[in-house]
């Protein structure tokens, strides 16, 4: 087929590849513009834009598609598909409807569970037992189309940044396969029922909340890894916690305050239950063990945290 890719992050890219490893016909492909990045505001390339300059394929970075110029140039591509996956940009229907097949998406929840742009942080943070991957035919709404497939997959124990690379290849292989026999996957509407929004993430939300209970701080300290970082802060310095397991999660750890360490070994009170942290980050340091940063840095018993 003749196809048009539209992507940014590295979330995109195993699909690109999927698509071009089957043979199809990438006609363009969509990615935002280069911007600075890190800390040193070098202007860096998107993952998409990468990939695809190693592989020859040409790319386009437009800063909207808004303007007639832009729609029309989509147009003039004669395209069989479109397929976005995680591109950032809002399609406006005369885009949306220029490709003879439309425009399929690659989204990283079972719609219409967690639609929008978090939905792997939310699912972890709600303490959902499985997500997945819904390949989606796009229309004008946030993530309203109808489906055309679904798989699944356990959320227990990973980190966003494991489900992210897991979603990523599963979508891939999904693309792959609806765009082999579309008719074989038609499109069904999403239910009414079930219905919630993936808010986009605030570095705010980072900062580790010991108010709550152990089992929520340790969904938090998975949803932030590895960005923005589930953090705590101990005399003024930022501790980036990367993992944790949870102790007693049922019980109130009796004479501790949340946020309070009741033992030499990193273990934090929390409302109910404790968290005993297990890799922890400093400030321009690389990630350690626990035990690692004890031995240079003690935190004894009854330590506040903030």
């Not at 071009?20 to 040193?40: D, F, L, M």
């Not at 569970?113 to 989606?136: F, N, Y």
């Not at 356990?154 to 489900?163: C, E, F, Q, S």
Request: proline share 8%; aromatic share 4%.
């Amino acid at each position: 087929m003749r196809i048009a890719f539209m992507g940014t992050p590295p979330f995109a890219v195993p699909t690109l590849a999927a698509l071009h490893g089957a043979g199809h016909e990438i006609a363009a492909v969509y990615t935002q513009p280069p911007r600075p990045a890190q800390r040193g505001k070098k202007v860096q390339q998107s993952a998409v834009n990468a990939w695809a300059e190693e592989h020859g394929l040409p790319v386009r970075t437009p800063k909207s598609l808004k303007s007639a110029d832009e729609q029309a140039e989509f147009a003039a591509l004669d395209l069989d598909v479109a397929v976005v996956a995680a591109y950032g940009l809002i399609l406006p229907q005369a885009v949306l409807g220029a490709p003879r097949e439309g425009c399929l998406n690659v989204h990283g929840s079972i719609l219409p569970r967690w639609r929008g742009a978090a939905p792997v942080q939310r699912a972890i943070l709600a303490g959902d037992a499985e997500t997945g991957v819904t390949i989606m035919q796009m229309d004008a709404g946030l993530d309203t189309g109808a489906m055309r497939l679904i798989e699944r997959t356990p959320v227990a124990g990973k980190t966003a940044g494991m489900l992210t690379d897991e979603l990523a290849e599963m979508g891939a292989l999904m693309m792959v396969k609806v765009l082999s026999d579309l008719p074989a996957f038609p499109p069904a509407p999403q239910p009414d029922a079930g219905v919630t929004y993936a808010a986009k993430i605030d570095k705010s939300e980072a900062r580790l909340d010991f108010l709550t209970s152990a089992v929520q701080v340790e969904r938090q300290v998975r949803a932030f890894n590895p960005v923005p970082g589930a953090f705590f802060e101990l005399d003024g310095e930022r501790f980036k916690l990367l993992a944790a397991e949870v102790v007693h999660p049922a019980e109130t750890v009796a004479g501790a305050a949340p946020g309070t360490t009741i033992d030499g070994a990193l273990t934090i009170a929390c409302n109910p239950g404790a968290i005993r942290a297990t890799r922890v980050q400093r400030a321009g340091k690389p990630a350690m063990t626990a035990e690692e940063l004890l031995r240079g840095r003690a935190v004894p018993k009854g330590t506040r945290l903030a």
